[in-house]
């Protein structure tokens, strides 16, 4: 078996060795494409106006000059069009994915691409705030339950459009459960300030307001469990879409005269 790992962290992030030692214990064969640099919270950006550059480092690693998902996109399209990945595996990830994050995430975006290739996709993620923290983060518990995520998707088919959001908190974890996206949003962390030149500017910090309930990805960490939400490709809200069914047949808009 094949696996292509990517992250958003960049190549010398400690956390995608963390992640390639997890799945060469789980027997497989690893391909790292990774950007060159940190491109967390680039979502799932392509590059569509200049060219990339791949640059092969290894025997089998390439560095891109773009994003997560330049970089899963070339790997299965092109780079490794010989050799197709069973998983796509991204992370581990040098801070959280919990919540509303998986929308600006570039480690659950990568795991996205892969899906959207048809390739069972995981992203996995660490609970770890560098500017809190005075520590690097240590990936020795993370490296470990990575494995064990990885066997339990090797148990039976993820299904079709679907990818799994890891998220492990620091430390050692107390177990695996299942969950939901929680609420996070990032509401009241602008940071307003002047430059040397006296002209203002903006810094969107990294302060967020949870929202806790039972089940989701957010409550389960804080509880130091590792989480699992299973993500789905179709973002379409389907009770949303039969009211706006009911609503068109009751107005002009569907040419109804
Ligand atoms: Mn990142």
Redesign the pocket.
């Known amino acids: 078996m094949r696996a292509l790992v990517s ?3 960049g190549i010398h992030s400690p956390g995608i060795e963390a992640l390639e030692r997890a799945a060469k214990a789980a027997g497989f064969e690893t391909y790292v494409v990774a950007p060159d640099r ?1 491109q ?2 680039t979502s799932h950006a392509l590059t569509l106006h200049r060219p990339l550059r791949v640059v092969k480092t290894a025997e089998r690693s390439w560095v891109v000059d773009g994003t997560p998902t330049d970089c899963v996109n070339l790997a299965i399209c092109s780079v490794l069009r010989d050799v197709r990945p069973d998983f796509v595996f991204s992370g581990i ?3 959280p994915n919990l919540g509303d994050d998986v929308t600006y ?3 659950v975006a990568a795991a996205f691409e892969g899906t959207l290739q048809g390739i069972p996709s995981i992203a996995f993620s660490l609970d770890y705030r560098r500017d809190q923290a005075d520590t690097p983060p240590d990936f020795t518990h993370a490296e470990a339950m990575a494995e064990e995520v990885i066997r339990l998707a090797l148990s039976r088919p993820m299904g079709a459009d679907i990818l799994w959001n890891v998220n492990i908190p620091a430390g050692r974890p107390a177990g695996i459960r299942a969950t939901r996206m929680g609420r996070r949003r990032y509401g009241e962390s602008v940071v307003e300030k002047i430059d040397p030149r006296g002209r203002p500017y903006y810094w969107i910090g990294g302060a967020h307001i949870d929202t806790h309930e039972d089940g989701s990805d957010l409550t389960t960490v804080a509880g130091g469990h590792v989480s699992v939400t299973p993500l789905h490709l179709d973002l379409t809200a389907y009770r949303a879409l039969e009211d706006l069914a009911d609503r068109l047949s009751g107005s002009h808009a569907n040419g109804a005269s």
């Open positions: 992250n958003d962290d940190e967390s919270a990830n040098q801070g995430s570039g480690t």
